[in-house]
């Protein structure tokens, strides 16, 4: 597999990973993962973290594609996780949601953990509802982009890094994203063509061990670009 590198440095290594493919192993999964791949092309990386995440800072779902951190030495993987859990560095996805989003922008706030109904999922709780205690607090800040015929492509910024925060809190108002199996609606309206969801990784910015401000931005790949350019031209008829 070719994976794109979008940065690379002595420390850091940022890629664009594709969707379909899981960023590193866990409990039973035997298919190759992207971590896999990376130390295929360079074994150095190894020595960052441990088995099986090594350098991995930050994960992406398997059908999300887009902007993804690495660290090549311990000293970076501390240093960047600091970073994440002081909230300094900013992430923007892309996403197209169902529906038509009536405000422009808003914030999502919530508590989030695992549901108790269904432990592949995460579930929104409002602060004080039975069963909120000890969850963990997410907040989701998004802005409408553009709007089409049954969807809403929406830049989502989220502010706190909980797992599938972006999918939840988005199924939690009513909008799941696109083709998301696990939280959208039964038997949702598909954007024809569209074969996973729609959720990408755009933006990226934070600081080196060195110092450096960077900035990170990655393009929306040609599956999701094609039925952006299909549902504007639907407008239009």
């Known amino acids: 597999m070719n994976i794109k590198i979008l940065y690379e440095n002595d420390d850091i290594l940022v890629v664009d990973k594709p969707a379909g493919v899981i960023v590193f192993p866990e409990s039973n999964i035997k298919e190759k993962t992207l971590i896999d791949y990376l130390v295929e092309k360079n074994s ?4 960052a973290g441990s088995s099986p995440r090594y350098g991995i800072v930050h994960r992406l779902d398997k059908d999300t594609s ?5 660290a090549k030495t311990n000293q970076a993987l501390f240093f960047l996780q600091k970073q994440f859990k002081n909230r300094t560095i900013q992430k923007k996805y892309l996403a197209l949601v169902i529906g ?5 922008k808003g914030s999502i706030e919530t ?19 039975p069963g909120s205690e000890g969850k963990r607090q997410a907040i989701t800040e998004y802005k409408v982009l553009e709007k089409y015929e049954g969807y809403t492509l929406l ?12 999918r939840c809190h988005l199924a939690y108002i009513h909008h799941p994203i696109a083709v998301d199996k696990v939280y959208g609606f039964k ?3 598909v954007p024809e063509g569209l074969t996973r ?22 393009e929306l790949p040609e599956d999701l670009n094609k039925i952006i350019k299909d549902l504007k031209s639907k407008n239009y008829e």
């Open 100 to 104: 038509e989003v009536k405000e422009n």
């Open 44 to 47: 150095k990386l190894k020595s």
């Open 111 to 129: 508590l989030i953990d695992r549901s108790p109904k269904d432990r592949k999922k995460q579930k929104a709780f409002l602060s004080g509802e």
């Open 197 to 218: 969801h729609f959720l990408h990784a755009s933006y990226l910015k934070f600081e080196t061990p060195n110092g450096e401000i960077k900035e990170i931005k990655s």
């Open 187 to 189: 038997n949702p309206p």
């Open 155 to 166: 830049e989502v910024i989220p502010k706190t890094g909980r797992k599938h925060q972006i």
């Open 66 to 70: 887009g902007i993804l951190l690495v």
